[in-house]
Protein backbone atom coordinates (compact mmCIF):
# COMPACT_ATOMS: atom_id res chain seq x y z
CA UNK A 1 0.00 0.00 0.00
CA UNK A 2 2.81 2.88 0.47
CA UNK A 3 4.02 1.62 -2.58
CA UNK A 4 1.04 3.00 -3.80
CA UNK A 5 1.07 6.08 -2.00
CA UNK A 6 -3.22 5.86 -1.56
CA UNK A 7 -5.06 3.71 0.61
CA UNK A 8 -8.30 1.85 -1.31
CA UNK A 9 -10.54 -0.14 -0.34
CA UNK A 10 -13.78 -1.60 -2.88
CA UNK A 11 -16.79 -3.18 -2.18
CA UNK A 12 -18.76 -4.77 -4.77
CA UNK A 13 -22.97 -5.39 -4.41
CA UNK A 14 -23.69 -3.80 -1.40
CA UNK A 15 -21.15 -1.36 0.18
CA UNK A 16 -19.85 -2.49 3.10
CA UNK A 17 -16.90 -0.34 4.34
CA UNK A 18 -18.20 2.33 5.94
CA UNK A 19 -16.65 1.53 8.97
CA UNK A 20 -13.02 1.53 7.67
CA UNK A 21 -13.83 5.38 6.44
CA UNK A 22 -15.21 5.88 9.89
CA UNK A 23 -11.76 5.03 11.30
CA UNK A 24 -9.53 6.43 8.83
CA UNK A 25 -11.38 9.68 8.66
CA UNK A 26 -11.14 9.87 12.39
CA UNK A 27 -7.68 10.18 11.74
CA UNK A 28 -7.11 12.42 8.72
CA UNK A 29 -9.57 15.15 9.63
CA UNK A 30 -7.30 16.51 12.82
CA UNK A 31 -4.15 16.20 9.96
CA UNK A 32 -6.76 18.38 6.86
CA UNK A 33 -7.64 20.71 9.81
CA UNK A 34 -6.32 24.27 9.71
CA UNK A 35 -6.57 27.36 11.75
CA UNK A 36 -5.86 30.55 9.46
CA UNK A 37 -6.57 34.49 10.04
CA UNK A 38 -8.52 35.56 7.23
CA UNK A 39 -6.36 38.04 5.09
CA UNK A 40 -9.27 38.61 3.43
CA UNK A 41 -11.16 40.12 6.25
CA UNK A 42 -7.65 42.40 6.90
CA UNK A 43 -7.68 43.16 3.25
CA UNK A 44 -11.35 44.49 3.79
CA UNK A 45 -10.98 46.74 6.68
CA UNK A 46 -8.57 48.39 4.92
CA UNK A 47 -9.85 50.62 2.27
CA UNK A 48 -8.53 54.05 2.79
CA UNK A 49 -10.96 55.29 4.65
CA UNK A 50 -8.44 56.16 7.80
CA UNK A 51 -6.20 58.68 5.34
CA UNK A 52 -6.20 62.52 6.23
CA UNK A 53 -7.02 63.76 2.63
CA UNK A 54 -5.87 67.38 1.10
CA UNK A 55 -8.29 69.87 1.14
CA UNK A 56 -10.26 70.33 -1.97
CA UNK A 57 -11.44 73.49 -4.08
CA UNK A 58 -15.31 74.73 -3.40
CA UNK A 59 -15.31 73.99 -7.61
CA UNK A 60 -14.82 70.25 -7.22
CA UNK A 61 -18.44 68.43 -7.80
CA UNK A 62 -19.68 65.37 -6.72
CA UNK A 63 -19.71 62.40 -9.75
CA UNK A 64 -20.62 58.77 -10.41
CA UNK A 65 -18.81 58.43 -13.67
CA UNK A 66 -15.74 59.59 -15.78
CA UNK A 67 -17.57 60.69 -18.54
CA UNK A 68 -19.66 63.30 -16.03
CA UNK A 69 -16.52 65.18 -15.60
CA UNK A 70 -16.16 66.45 -19.23
CA UNK A 71 -18.74 66.74 -22.21
CA UNK A 72 -17.62 67.45 -25.50
CA UNK A 73 -18.65 67.03 -29.50
CA UNK A 74 -17.77 63.82 -30.55
CA UNK A 75 -16.32 62.65 -27.41
CA UNK A 76 -19.17 60.11 -26.16
CA UNK A 77 -18.97 58.17 -29.57
CA UNK A 78 -15.58 57.94 -29.84
CA UNK A 79 -15.46 55.99 -26.32
CA UNK A 80 -18.35 53.97 -27.20
CA UNK A 81 -16.61 52.83 -30.17
CA UNK A 82 -13.31 52.19 -28.17
CA UNK A 83 -14.97 49.83 -25.56
CA UNK A 84 -16.11 48.07 -28.40
CA UNK A 85 -13.04 47.60 -30.72
CA UNK A 86 -10.07 48.30 -28.61
CA UNK A 87 -7.97 45.03 -29.11
CA UNK A 88 -5.88 45.19 -25.80
CA UNK A 89 -9.69 45.34 -24.04
CA UNK A 90 -10.89 42.62 -26.07
CA UNK A 91 -8.29 40.11 -24.85
CA UNK A 92 -8.93 41.22 -21.28
CA UNK A 93 -12.93 40.40 -21.83
CA UNK A 94 -11.48 37.27 -22.85
CA UNK A 95 -9.47 36.32 -20.00
CA UNK A 96 -12.64 36.54 -17.83
CA UNK A 97 -14.77 34.99 -20.12
CA UNK A 98 -12.05 32.07 -19.34
CA UNK A 99 -12.12 32.21 -15.88
CA UNK A 100 -16.30 32.01 -16.08
CA UNK A 101 -15.40 29.19 -18.21
CA UNK A 102 -13.09 27.92 -15.33
CA UNK A 103 -16.35 28.12 -12.94
CA UNK A 104 -17.79 25.08 -15.29
CA UNK A 105 -15.11 23.19 -15.18
CA UNK A 106 -14.53 22.82 -11.35
CA UNK A 107 -18.59 22.23 -10.67
CA UNK A 108 -18.07 19.34 -13.30
CA UNK A 109 -16.70 17.53 -10.78
CA UNK A 110 -19.11 16.91 -8.63
CA UNK A 111 -21.40 15.90 -11.76
CA UNK A 112 -22.45 12.08 -12.56
CA UNK A 113 -20.25 11.11 -14.99
CA UNK A 114 -22.26 8.20 -17.88
CA UNK A 115 -20.06 6.62 -20.17
CA UNK A 116 -20.97 4.03 -22.76
CA UNK A 117 -18.86 1.42 -24.73
CA UNK A 118 -19.68 -1.10 -27.60
CA UNK A 119 -17.42 -3.79 -29.44
CA UNK A 120 -17.42 -6.77 -31.51
CA UNK A 121 -14.75 -9.01 -32.45
CA UNK A 122 -14.74 -12.16 -34.41
CA UNK A 123 -12.16 -15.26 -34.54
CA UNK A 124 -11.35 -17.94 -37.47
CA UNK A 125 -14.07 -21.05 -36.60
CA UNK A 126 -16.10 -18.73 -34.53
CA UNK A 127 -18.85 -16.77 -34.22
CA UNK A 128 -18.59 -13.17 -33.88
CA UNK A 129 -19.05 -11.84 -29.88
CA UNK A 130 -20.45 -8.65 -29.29
CA UNK A 131 -20.11 -6.73 -25.70
CA UNK A 132 -21.98 -3.33 -24.46
CA UNK A 133 -21.56 -1.64 -21.28
CA UNK A 134 -22.95 1.72 -19.85
CA UNK A 135 -21.11 3.21 -16.64
CA UNK A 136 -22.84 5.81 -14.43
CA UNK A 137 -19.88 7.31 -11.72
CA UNK A 138 -19.56 9.91 -9.14
CA UNK A 139 -17.63 11.27 -6.80
CA UNK A 140 -19.16 12.42 -3.17
CA UNK A 141 -18.34 15.66 -2.02
CA UNK A 142 -18.12 14.62 1.65
CA UNK A 143 -15.83 17.38 2.12
CA UNK A 144 -16.85 20.32 0.15
CA UNK A 145 -13.47 19.93 -1.66
CA UNK A 146 -14.57 20.12 -5.16
CA UNK A 147 -17.48 22.84 -3.79
CA UNK A 148 -14.55 24.84 -2.32
CA UNK A 149 -12.84 24.70 -5.80
CA UNK A 150 -15.66 25.88 -7.10
CA UNK A 151 -15.47 28.69 -4.88
CA UNK A 152 -11.84 29.30 -5.73
CA UNK A 153 -12.82 29.69 -9.42
CA UNK A 154 -15.62 32.10 -8.74
CA UNK A 155 -13.69 34.68 -6.76
CA UNK A 156 -10.73 33.94 -9.83
CA UNK A 157 -13.55 35.19 -12.34
CA UNK A 158 -14.83 37.94 -9.60
CA UNK A 159 -11.16 38.99 -9.24
CA UNK A 160 -11.23 38.93 -13.50
CA UNK A 161 -14.49 40.75 -14.16
CA UNK A 162 -13.23 43.16 -11.96
CA UNK A 163 -9.79 43.75 -13.52
CA UNK A 164 -11.88 43.69 -16.79
CA UNK A 165 -14.00 47.39 -15.19
CA UNK A 166 -10.72 48.58 -14.72
CA UNK A 167 -9.13 47.88 -17.66
CA UNK A 168 -12.42 50.01 -19.50
CA UNK A 169 -11.95 52.81 -17.35
CA UNK A 170 -8.21 53.39 -17.67
CA UNK A 171 -9.64 52.75 -21.85
CA UNK A 172 -11.43 55.80 -21.20
CA UNK A 173 -9.64 57.54 -19.34
CA UNK A 174 -6.77 57.52 -22.16
CA UNK A 175 -9.31 58.28 -24.86
CA UNK A 176 -10.23 61.41 -23.10
CA UNK A 177 -6.83 62.37 -22.48
CA UNK A 178 -5.80 61.56 -26.05
CA UNK A 179 -9.13 63.89 -27.09
CA UNK A 180 -7.81 66.56 -25.21
CA UNK A 181 -4.04 65.90 -26.42
CA UNK A 182 -5.30 66.36 -29.99
CA UNK A 183 -6.88 70.28 -28.96
CA UNK A 184 -3.47 71.37 -27.03
CA UNK A 185 -1.73 70.33 -29.82
CA UNK A 186 -4.02 72.81 -32.26
CA UNK A 187 -4.17 75.07 -30.07
CA UNK A 188 -0.14 75.24 -29.81
CA UNK A 189 0.23 75.39 -33.63
CA UNK A 190 -2.11 78.37 -33.73
CA UNK A 191 -0.20 80.32 -31.23
CA UNK A 192 2.86 78.82 -33.94
CA UNK A 193 1.17 80.27 -36.44
CA UNK A 194 0.33 83.73 -34.54
CA UNK A 195 3.95 83.87 -33.69
CA UNK A 196 5.22 83.30 -37.21
CA UNK A 197 2.64 86.12 -38.64
CA UNK A 198 3.79 88.50 -36.19
CA UNK A 199 7.90 87.91 -37.30
CA UNK A 200 6.46 88.16 -40.87
CA UNK A 201 4.82 91.53 -40.30
CA UNK A 202 8.02 93.14 -38.04
CA UNK A 203 10.07 92.02 -41.21
CA UNK A 204 8.13 94.33 -43.04
CA UNK A 205 8.63 96.98 -40.42
CA UNK A 206 12.14 96.43 -40.63
CA UNK A 207 12.31 96.58 -44.75
CA UNK A 208 10.48 99.67 -44.88
CA UNK A 209 12.69 101.32 -41.52
CA UNK A 210 15.54 99.86 -44.01
CA UNK A 211 14.48 102.14 -46.98
CA UNK A 212 13.97 104.78 -45.03
CA UNK A 213 17.92 104.88 -43.95
CA UNK A 214 16.25 103.99 -39.81
CA UNK A 215 17.79 100.25 -39.67
CA UNK A 216 20.29 97.38 -41.10
CA UNK A 217 19.89 94.37 -43.27
CA UNK A 218 20.88 92.83 -39.78
CA UNK A 219 17.68 93.36 -38.09
CA UNK A 220 16.38 91.72 -41.07
CA UNK A 221 18.23 88.11 -40.79
CA UNK A 222 17.18 88.64 -37.26
CA UNK A 223 14.12 88.58 -37.87
CA UNK A 224 14.25 86.19 -40.72
CA UNK A 225 16.08 83.82 -38.06
CA UNK A 226 13.04 83.92 -35.67
CA UNK A 227 10.87 83.47 -38.54
CA UNK A 228 12.51 80.16 -39.71
CA UNK A 229 12.86 78.68 -35.98
CA UNK A 230 8.75 79.27 -35.54
CA UNK A 231 8.41 77.64 -39.02
CA UNK A 232 10.22 74.85 -38.01
CA UNK A 233 8.18 74.35 -34.66
CA UNK A 234 4.55 74.64 -36.87
CA UNK A 235 5.94 71.44 -38.81
CA UNK A 236 6.79 69.90 -35.75
CA UNK A 237 3.41 70.91 -34.00
CA UNK A 238 1.73 69.19 -37.38
CA UNK A 239 3.74 65.91 -36.91
CA UNK A 240 3.16 65.77 -33.42
CA UNK A 241 -1.31 66.49 -34.18
CA UNK A 242 -0.69 63.27 -36.39
CA UNK A 243 0.50 61.55 -34.09
CA UNK A 244 -1.83 62.21 -31.73
CA UNK A 245 -4.68 61.22 -33.87
CA UNK A 246 -3.00 57.86 -35.10
CA UNK A 247 -2.76 57.07 -30.64
CA UNK A 248 -6.27 57.88 -30.35
CA UNK A 249 -7.12 56.03 -33.51
CA UNK A 250 -5.46 52.53 -31.88
CA UNK A 251 -7.57 52.88 -28.85
CA UNK A 252 -10.63 52.93 -31.25
CA UNK A 253 -9.49 50.32 -32.76
CA UNK A 254 -9.74 51.98 -35.80
CA UNK A 255 -6.94 50.87 -38.97
CA UNK A 256 -7.79 54.02 -40.88
CA UNK A 257 -5.39 56.66 -38.57
CA UNK A 258 -5.98 59.61 -40.33
CA UNK A 259 -8.67 60.44 -37.89
CA UNK A 260 -10.48 62.38 -40.28
CA UNK A 261 -13.84 62.96 -38.81
CA UNK A 262 -12.20 64.59 -35.61
CA UNK A 263 -14.28 67.33 -34.09
CA UNK A 264 -13.15 71.14 -35.65
CA UNK A 265 -13.17 71.62 -32.05
CA UNK A 266 -9.93 74.06 -31.06
CA UNK A 267 -10.74 75.30 -27.49
CA UNK A 268 -11.12 73.28 -24.16
CA UNK A 269 -14.39 72.03 -22.57
CA UNK A 270 -14.56 72.36 -19.40
CA UNK A 271 -13.61 69.33 -17.19
CA UNK A 272 -15.02 68.93 -13.54
CA UNK A 273 -13.40 68.64 -10.72
CA UNK A 274 -13.97 65.19 -9.20
CA UNK A 275 -15.12 65.54 -4.87
CA UNK A 276 -13.89 63.08 -2.57
CA UNK A 277 -16.41 61.76 -0.13
CA UNK A 278 -15.69 63.64 3.09
CA UNK A 279 -14.94 63.38 5.47
CA UNK A 280 -14.57 59.78 4.93
CA UNK A 281 -13.21 58.76 1.18
CA UNK A 282 -13.61 54.97 0.77
CA UNK A 283 -11.36 53.28 -2.29
CA UNK A 284 -12.89 50.20 -2.25
CA UNK A 285 -15.20 51.18 -5.53
CA UNK A 286 -11.99 51.35 -7.21
CA UNK A 287 -12.06 48.15 -9.86
CA UNK A 288 -8.36 47.19 -9.38
CA UNK A 289 -8.48 46.95 -5.24
CA UNK A 290 -11.75 44.92 -5.76
CA UNK A 291 -9.78 42.70 -8.30
CA UNK A 292 -6.77 42.32 -5.65
CA UNK A 293 -9.48 41.67 -2.64
CA UNK A 294 -11.38 38.78 -4.85
CA UNK A 295 -7.62 37.53 -5.45
CA UNK A 296 -6.82 36.80 -1.86
CA UNK A 297 -10.80 35.09 -1.54
CA UNK A 298 -9.65 32.78 -3.89
CA UNK A 299 -6.29 32.28 -2.81
CA UNK A 300 -7.95 31.20 0.82
CA UNK A 301 -10.70 28.96 -1.43
CA UNK A 302 -7.39 27.48 -2.85
CA UNK A 303 -5.88 26.43 0.65
CA UNK A 304 -9.06 25.06 1.64
CA UNK A 305 -8.80 22.44 -0.87
CA UNK A 306 -5.13 21.71 -0.53
CA UNK A 307 -5.67 20.72 3.13
CA UNK A 308 -8.72 18.70 2.04
CA UNK A 309 -6.29 16.72 -0.47
CA UNK A 310 -5.37 14.79 2.94
CA UNK A 311 -8.51 13.98 3.62
CA UNK A 312 -10.17 10.44 1.65
CA UNK A 313 -12.38 10.26 -1.72
CA UNK A 314 -15.23 8.42 -1.99
CA UNK A 315 -16.34 7.28 -5.34
CA UNK A 316 -19.64 5.28 -6.40
CA UNK A 317 -20.52 3.98 -10.24
CA UNK A 318 -22.91 1.65 -11.48
CA UNK A 319 -22.17 -0.28 -14.08
CA UNK A 320 -23.85 -2.50 -17.13
CA UNK A 321 -22.61 -4.81 -19.11
CA UNK A 322 -23.91 -7.32 -21.97
CA UNK A 323 -22.84 -9.80 -24.89
CA UNK A 324 -24.37 -11.84 -27.69
CA UNK A 325 -23.68 -13.10 -30.51
CA UNK A 326 -25.65 -9.92 -32.63
CA UNK A 327 -25.78 -6.06 -32.02
CA UNK A 328 -28.61 -5.84 -30.99
CA UNK A 329 -28.82 -9.21 -28.35
CA UNK A 330 -25.21 -6.99 -26.85
CA UNK A 331 -27.81 -3.98 -26.20
CA UNK A 332 -28.52 -4.80 -22.75
CA UNK A 333 -30.85 -7.81 -23.39
CA UNK A 334 -30.18 -10.23 -20.61
CA UNK A 335 -27.72 -7.28 -19.16
CA UNK A 336 -25.37 -7.81 -15.92
CA UNK A 337 -25.07 -4.92 -13.37
CA UNK A 338 -22.56 -4.26 -10.68
CA UNK A 339 -22.10 -1.68 -8.00
CA UNK A 340 -18.92 -0.61 -6.83
CA UNK A 341 -17.85 1.51 -4.01
CA UNK A 342 -14.41 2.98 -3.55
CA UNK A 343 -12.54 5.20 -0.86
CA UNK A 344 -8.81 6.44 -1.79
CA UNK A 345 -6.60 8.44 0.91
CA UNK A 346 -3.57 9.64 1.00
CA UNK A 347 -0.93 7.37 2.80
CA UNK A 348 2.66 8.46 1.86
CA UNK A 349 3.12 11.12 -0.60
CA UNK A 350 6.66 12.59 0.64
CA UNK A 351 5.45 15.77 1.64
CA UNK A 352 3.97 16.83 -1.65
CA UNK A 353 0.94 17.47 0.08
CA UNK A 354 2.02 19.52 2.80
CA UNK A 355 4.22 21.07 0.63
CA UNK A 356 0.66 21.91 -1.90
CA UNK A 357 -0.60 23.76 1.37
CA UNK A 358 2.47 25.45 2.45
CA UNK A 359 2.64 27.17 -1.09
CA UNK A 360 -1.57 27.92 -1.29
CA UNK A 361 -0.48 29.50 2.00
CA UNK A 362 2.21 31.70 0.80
CA UNK A 363 -0.07 32.22 -2.55
CA UNK A 364 -2.39 33.81 -0.23
CA UNK A 365 -0.15 35.81 1.38
CA UNK A 366 1.34 37.26 -1.65
CA UNK A 367 -2.10 38.38 -2.92
CA UNK A 368 -2.52 39.79 0.42
CA UNK A 369 0.30 41.99 0.41
CA UNK A 370 -0.77 42.72 -3.61
CA UNK A 371 -3.83 44.11 -2.32
CA UNK A 372 -1.85 46.04 0.20
CA UNK A 373 0.43 47.48 -2.65
CA UNK A 374 -2.94 47.93 -4.65
CA UNK A 375 -4.25 50.72 -2.44
CA UNK A 376 -0.63 52.49 -1.48
CA UNK A 377 -0.83 53.48 -5.12
CA UNK A 378 -3.91 54.04 -4.41
CA UNK A 379 -3.70 56.59 -2.16
CA UNK A 380 -0.61 57.70 -3.86
CA UNK A 381 -2.59 58.66 -6.76
CA UNK A 382 -5.34 60.52 -4.82
CA UNK A 383 -2.50 62.29 -3.00
CA UNK A 384 -0.62 63.19 -6.12
CA UNK A 385 -3.85 64.68 -8.23
CA UNK A 386 -5.11 66.68 -5.08
CA UNK A 387 -1.70 67.72 -4.87
CA UNK A 388 -1.55 68.75 -8.58
CA UNK A 389 -4.58 70.35 -8.63
CA UNK A 390 -3.44 73.23 -6.34
CA UNK A 391 0.14 73.32 -8.23
CA UNK A 392 -2.07 73.67 -11.27
CA UNK A 393 -4.24 76.34 -10.41
CA UNK A 394 -1.23 78.13 -8.58
CA UNK A 395 1.09 78.04 -11.26
CA UNK A 396 -2.28 79.43 -13.56
CA UNK A 397 -3.05 82.21 -11.73
CA UNK A 398 0.25 83.14 -12.13
CA UNK A 399 1.32 82.68 -15.63
CA UNK A 400 -1.90 84.85 -16.33
CA UNK A 401 -0.32 87.32 -14.66
CA UNK A 402 3.15 86.83 -16.52
CA UNK A 403 1.45 86.92 -19.73
CA UNK A 404 -0.63 90.00 -19.21
CA UNK A 405 2.72 91.65 -18.85
CA UNK A 406 3.94 90.59 -21.77
CA UNK A 407 1.59 91.56 -23.26
CA UNK A 408 1.94 95.30 -22.51
CA UNK A 409 5.73 95.23 -23.03
CA UNK A 410 5.43 93.72 -26.44
CA UNK A 411 3.04 96.51 -27.22
CA UNK A 412 5.46 99.12 -25.46
CA UNK A 413 8.16 97.56 -27.21
CA UNK A 414 6.72 97.76 -30.70
CA UNK A 415 6.06 101.56 -30.55
CA UNK A 416 9.81 102.08 -28.90
CA UNK A 417 11.33 100.50 -31.76
CA UNK A 418 9.33 102.26 -34.58
CA UNK A 419 10.19 105.36 -32.61
CA UNK A 420 14.53 103.62 -32.95
CA UNK A 421 14.37 103.51 -28.85
CA UNK A 422 14.78 99.92 -28.60
CA UNK A 423 16.77 97.34 -31.15
CA UNK A 424 15.21 94.24 -33.19
CA UNK A 425 16.86 91.50 -30.87
CA UNK A 426 15.07 93.30 -27.63
CA UNK A 427 11.63 93.63 -29.53
CA UNK A 428 12.01 89.74 -31.02
CA UNK A 429 12.87 88.56 -27.35
CA UNK A 430 9.75 90.23 -25.60
CA UNK A 431 7.81 88.56 -28.52
CA UNK A 432 9.18 85.19 -27.85
CA UNK A 433 8.45 85.48 -24.05
CA UNK A 434 4.79 86.52 -25.04
CA UNK A 435 4.00 83.61 -27.37
CA UNK A 436 6.31 81.28 -25.04
CA UNK A 437 4.13 82.14 -21.55
CA UNK A 438 0.55 81.68 -24.09
CA UNK A 439 1.68 78.19 -25.07
CA UNK A 440 2.58 77.45 -21.38
CA UNK A 441 -0.66 78.55 -20.41
CA UNK A 442 -1.98 76.30 -23.10
CA UNK A 443 0.17 73.29 -21.54
CA UNK A 444 -0.95 74.21 -18.26
CA UNK A 445 -4.79 74.16 -18.54
CA UNK A 446 -4.54 70.65 -20.49
CA UNK A 447 -2.27 69.52 -17.85
CA UNK A 448 -4.96 70.67 -15.17
CA UNK A 449 -7.49 69.10 -17.24
CA UNK A 450 -5.93 65.77 -17.57
CA UNK A 451 -4.98 65.69 -13.93
CA UNK A 452 -8.71 65.96 -13.50
CA UNK A 453 -9.24 62.80 -15.31
CA UNK A 454 -6.34 60.77 -13.36
CA UNK A 455 -8.46 62.14 -9.93
CA UNK A 456 -11.34 60.91 -10.91
CA UNK A 457 -9.55 57.34 -11.79
CA UNK A 458 -7.84 57.20 -8.97
CA UNK A 459 -10.77 57.87 -6.85
CA UNK A 460 -12.84 54.79 -8.34
CA UNK A 461 -15.04 57.03 -11.60
CA UNK A 462 -15.41 54.70 -14.62
CA UNK A 463 -18.08 53.82 -16.43
CA UNK A 464 -20.67 51.46 -16.43
CA UNK A 465 -21.10 48.02 -18.29
Not at 35 to 52: K, R
Not at 288 to 310: C, G, R
Not at 359 to 380: F, G, H, I, P
Amino acid sequence: MVGNNRITMIGLGKISFMPFVALVLTGLTACASHDEASLSESASAMTGESVTWQVQSEDAVAATALTDLVSVEGLQAYIDEALENNASLQQTLITLRKAQVAIKSADAADNLNVDASFSGAKTENSDANYTSGLTVSWEVDLWQKISDSVTAASFDAASARSAYQSSRDALVASVIRNYLDIITQKQLLAIEQERLGVYENSESIILKRYRTGLGSLDDLDNAKTSSANTRASIALYENTISAAKRTLAVLLGRQDQSLSDFPAVTKFPEVLEPMLALPEQDLARRPDLQAAYYAIKADEANVKVAYKALLPSINLSAGLTDNGVTPSQSLFSNPLWNLLGQVTAPLFQGGALRAQIDDAKLNTLNSWWQYRETLLNAVQEVQNALDNEKAFTQRQYYTDIAYRNALNSAETFSGQYRQGLVDILDLLSVYDTTFNLQAQRVELQYSQLSNRIDLGLALGLGVSQ
